[in-house]
């Protein structure tokens, strides 16, 4: 999972994303941005708010869901719960999707998850991403 | 002159997928995996178009990005501030890009179909090494899989 | 005037650095320097191994193992491409369970035929993520109704769990003669040094092999050129025909001679004498069987059998040979007045025949020649026999094939060993007026 921010002169950041929950409203997100990473992050969503979310399943399944920044927090013990399941997920996608193990293990363990920002979003428009010529559908 | 390092390179061969962030005229920002990063020299590098797809427009009119590559040995990672330059159709570049293409198609019974369309070539305004990104390789229990 | 000399603590601060940071420059060039020279001792090393023999096979199995004793490369084939087609075949290979010599890889196809197609190196790290990546959007494809995709990618030469591979184009004179190709299970096992290594290793390889090609070719040839015309040997080395020493049954219009009075010439001559008479007779039947392309199967001092169509197939084969064979008797006529001067009475006969014959590599090893067996011949050789001196009889088949170009004149049915009812059989007087 991937970020995707801009500053006031359109330059884009971007971070590795470990974790996400959805709130009940089904329009809500918040996700999780390691402390190396979320200065630069925090700085553009305070500024202009916008915000793209890519999710991809490791069938090469893809979506990006844009929204705007609604605030951020510390992660708490239960978000930290949410990014060990998910590495441990993304781990066995990877596997699964054949990258040699002395590869995918380090690559996923190793990412810096603690400690971490919890940012929101609600969002506003979601893509369907996955390579191809489909890339780009708009789908709610 | 001269941004990108030696030690750069082995980030830039696609053994682990790249990400690359984009935004559009309109302030919107879009961030999508690339397989691969191509080292063109010291200054350039270069992105596959293949699909026409969100940021292949979204350089074409903001030609900023950003490239995050990682070496697939050391785990290092760099994130590559870039300015979309131009496309080429033929050229050195071109040609080693797309013979890359053609033979890896051409493993997946897809001659013919999946083919370079461009290399898009991007100037390299500044090249970070990330820190503090990674957990020290000791303190992950590889065998079990846990921390 | 002496200038004073700067002791060390004079040197001010900023020139000590530079003085440092230039000794370290320094250190360094001189490290690249030793690896390189080690590089170029290395080179030289495995390119007077390569060069060092004529022998295809040798040559291979050296470029193999140079390249892995000494630069690593433990993985590793070479293939050679098809003469007339746009394949690679598997010569050579090292550090394979399943590649097996003579696998096809069809340019275009993978990343040794992507390299034979464009005459360009190439090198990949990542094959595995690449493969998976597009295996997925081949599935998104398909779904999406896209024509054209194949199912099942022919299985190329390769390591099972492949993900680096470097590979180079054999080339001489901008000519490809081949690809060398180096495999890995580990991704990016390949750097920019093992492409200049292994250029260079493809440049000597390249050489090597075309010089070995050139000199099996050569052999062949002169081998060849022992049975067959210059022409048709050349024609079978560049593989312009199926290999003639493969067993194989062909209509073939046969020709036996002999010179009638010759055991006894023999008998009675000095054997300088009988020598010099079958020179000349043999240089003049060769010239004769060389300009009209036909093929001498055999010749026993006095006695030769030559053949038309085969092994290159010919339009007219009776033609050809009657043409041939009333030359021949003009000729032999000449040189029989000049020897009867010298008291020797030599005249020849001659037997043509037509039908089908098994052809191919008859004897031992160590000792093979391309020899014909059939009724055909043995009809030919007893029309030789049986013709008299200057005659030339030929079978009914013949008769009937060429008679619109010579005069002929019945002498059979005749008698023939190994015939058990009497064989038709006709006398050539001469060429039709207007043949």
Known sequence: MYAGTRDERLCPAQTFVIGAVVHPDQETITFFVPESRSERILSDLKSNGRVALAVSLLTHEAYQLKGSYISSRPTDTKDRTVQEIYRSKLLSAMLQASYPEQIARPLVLGMAYQPAVAMTFRVEEIFLQTPGPEAGRKIS | ?147 | ?435
């Open chain 3, 1 to 435: 005037m002496k200038h004073p000399v700067a002791t060390e603590k004079e040197i001010p601060v900023e020139i000590r650095k530079q003085i440092a940071e230039n000794q370290q420059i320094i250190d360094r060039l001189n490290r690249e320097l030793a690896r390189k020279s080690n590089e170029v001792r290395i080179i030289q090393q495995i390119s007077s191994e390569i060069t060092s023999t004529l022998d295809l096979d040798r040559i291979l199995e050296t470029i193999l193992s140079a390249m892995d004793r000494i630069l690593g490369f433990q993985h590793a084939m070479i293939l050679l491409k098809d003469q007339s087609a746009d394949n690679l075949r598997v010569v050579a290979s090292r550090g394979y369970d399943h590649v097996t010599v003579g696998a096809e890889i069809a340019f275009g196809h993978g990343v040794i035929g992507v390299v034979a197609e464009r005459q360009k190196m190439m090198r990949v790290g990542n094959i595995g993520a690449s493969v998976s990546y597009l295996t997925a959007v081949q599935a998104k494809l398909k779904e999406a109704g896209q024509q054209g995709l194949s199912h099942v990618t022919a299985k190329l030469p390769s390591l099972p769990n492949v993900q680096s591979q470097l590979a180079i184009p054999l080339l001489v004179k901008d000519r490809l003669i081949g690809v060398l190709a180096v495999e890995s299970p580990r991704p990016n096992a390949f750097d920019e040094l093992d492409e200049i290594l292994l250029s260079i290793v493809a440049n000597q390889a390249a050489t090597a092999i075309e010089n070995a090609r050139m000199y099996q070719m050569v052999e062949q040839l002169s081998r060849l050129k022992r049975f067959f015309s210059p022409q048709l040997a050349e024609l079978i080395v560049a593989g312009g025909t199926e290999d003639p020493l493969k067993t194989h049954r062909r209509e073939v219009t046969v020709v036996f001679l002999d010179l009638r009075g010759f055991t006894t010439f023999a008998e009675q001559v000095e054997p300088e004498e009988v020598m010099g008479v079958l020179r000349d007779y043999h240089a003049e039947m060769g010239r004769l069987i060389l300009e009209h392309e036909g093929t001498l199967e055999r010749f026993t001092g006095d006695g030769m059998m030559i053949f038309f169509n085969d092994p290159v197939p010919v339009p007219n084969p009776a033609e050809r040979a009657l043409r041939m064979v009333l030359v021949m008797r003009e000729r032999v006529q000449e040189l029989s007045s000049r020897w009867r001067r010298r008291g020797y009475d030599l005249a020849l006969g001659m037997g043509i025949a037509q039908g089908y014959a098994t052809i191919g590599a008859i004897g031992f090893e160590g000792r093979w020649d391309y020899g014909a067996i059939g009724t055909v011949t043995n009809l030919a050789a007893r029309l030789c026999g049986e013709a008299k001196g200057n005659q030339i009889l030929v079978s009914l088949r013949v008769a009937g094939e060429v008679e619109a170009l010579i005069e002929t004149e019945e002498v059979g049915p005749l008698a023939l060993k190994g015939f058990h009812k009497p064989v038709p059989a006709f006398s050539v007087l001469g060429m039709k007026p207007n043949a």
């Open chain 2, 1 to 147: 002159m001269g941004i990108l390092p030696d030690e750069i390179k082995p980030a830039m061969q696609g053994v682990i997928p790249s990400h690359v962030a984009t935004c559009s005229l309109d302030g919107t920002p879009n961030v999508t995996t690339v397989s691969q990063v191509y080292y063109v020299d010291p200054d350039h590098v270069a992105l596959s178009y293949q699909f026409f797809n969100k940021t292949i427009k979204n350089i074409r009119e903001n030609p900023r990005a950003l490239a995050w590559v990682i070496n697939p040995e050391t785990f290092e990672s760099w994130d590559l501030a870039l300015e979309y330059e131009h496309s080429e159709t033929s050229g050195p570049v071109f040609d080693v890009m797309d013979m890359q293409i053609e033979a890896i198609a051409s493993m997946t019974g897809m001659k013919g179909i999946f083919k370079l369309r461009a290399s898009d070539i991007y100037r390299v305004i500044s090249a970070t090494k990330n820190v503090g990104e990674r957990l020290p390789l000791s303190e992950i229990d590889i065998a079990s899989g846990t921390t």
